[in-house]
């Protein structure tokens, strides 16, 4: 699955393609003969156990921009792939910013777009804020999650429960919730995804910034989803920095020599505790707000393609 933000040549980079990358990126989907899906039949494929096709791609749009509408719709109508938006319906309201308008958001959702929920108000949403006890934080979650899907089905007539987390920070108490709600979660740590994907924490692959260019992306579409068993209870909101990353997993298309993982440009050598278990741990603090574990291996039995799992992290000051 992709995420985009901007499309524009006037916007942040490292949130932006250009209208012509954009262009270049649907053109290789077309004439590598990948198979551009609705996040619609993903989701029912996911939920149902069937198999994802390793050439599947889903295409998703996240904060509402207006330039998702006024640049990206015309050039994905002109393919005619199905795609994702994920908005914020307060900000809308409020106008924050160059973001769409409710008529474009209908016209967008008239033309076959998918309209989905980013939350009320693109808030933080993974733990409390300072102060705020964990019962209150619930319910303003529950809220906000809630309020969002009412308006989105207002305007558009659509109500899929599907739920992008703003800056794709979750937790283990927010996926709980999520679930409860009968909604699914999708991130923004990148990844594969399988018919064994998590469907509170469903990873996306950026394809803005430095990661627009095709060998970056090219790459990044011949991925695979590890076979995943057991997570040992991760939560992005580790108390721990460096956080550990603890995994059971299948490896009967990869050698666990060959499995590499990486905290920024730190490379981490797994400890394997037996033939299935490994976990990992950077040497020193992770920086920043948020941060990740990537890790990767060769299959086996898929010349070029590799096995790729992400392990997103919010940082506790």
């Avoid at 794709?168 to 990844?191: K, N, R």
């Avoid at 995994?247 to 050598?269: H, M, N, Y």
């Amino acid at each position: 699955m992709l995420i985009y933000h901007h499309v524009a040549t006037d916007t942040p980079r490292v949130t932006s393609v250009t209208p012509d990358e954009l262009r270049q990126h649907l053109q290789y989907l077309r004439d590598n003969s990948f198979q551009v899906i609705g996040l619609d039949k993903l989701i029912h494929q996911i939920k149902n156990g069937e198999p994802v096709a390793d050439n599947a791609v889903v295409i998703t749009f996240d904060d509402s921009y207006e330039n998702n509408f006024s640049t990206a719709h015309p050039i994905l109508q002109e393919f005619g792939f199905p795609y994702t938006i994920f908005i914020s319906p307060g900000s809308i309201d409020k106008g924050d910013g160059p973001l769409l308008s409710w008529k474009q958001v209908k016209q967008m959702s008239d033309d076959g777009v998918f309209v989905a929920n980013h939350a009320m108000w693109h808030e933080h949403m993974a733990q409390p804020e300072p102060g705020e006890s964990r019962s209150a934080w619930r319910e303003r979650m529950k809220q906000s999650i809630l309020a969002a899907e009412d308006k989105i089905e207002q305007v558009t007539g659509q109500r899929h429960k599907w739920l992008a987390y703003p800056y794709g920070e979750y937790s283990v108490e927010l996926e709980q919730l999520v679930t409860e709600l009968g909604f699914i979660g999708i991130g923004q740590q990148s990844g594969a995804i399988g018919s064994n994907t998590v469907l509170s924490r469903i990873p996306r692959y950026p394809a803005a910034g430095r990661y627009a260019q095709m060998d970056d992306l090219s790459q990044k579409l011949r991925t695979l989803s590890f076979n995943i068993t057991d997570y040992h209870g991760v939560n992005p909101v580790s108390p721990a920095n460096p956080p550990t990353l603890k995994l059971t997993l299948k490896i009967d298309d990869f050698r666990p020599a060959q499995l590499q993982c990486f905290a920024g440009s730190e490379v981490i050598k797994p400890q394997w505790h037996n033939d299935n278990t490994f976990s990992v741990t950077a040497s020193s603090v992770l920086k920043g707000s948020r941060s990740r574990y990537n890790c990767t291996a060769p299959s086996l039995s898929k010349k070029g393609y590799f096995y790729w799992y992400s392990q997103p992290w919010i940082n506790q000051p």
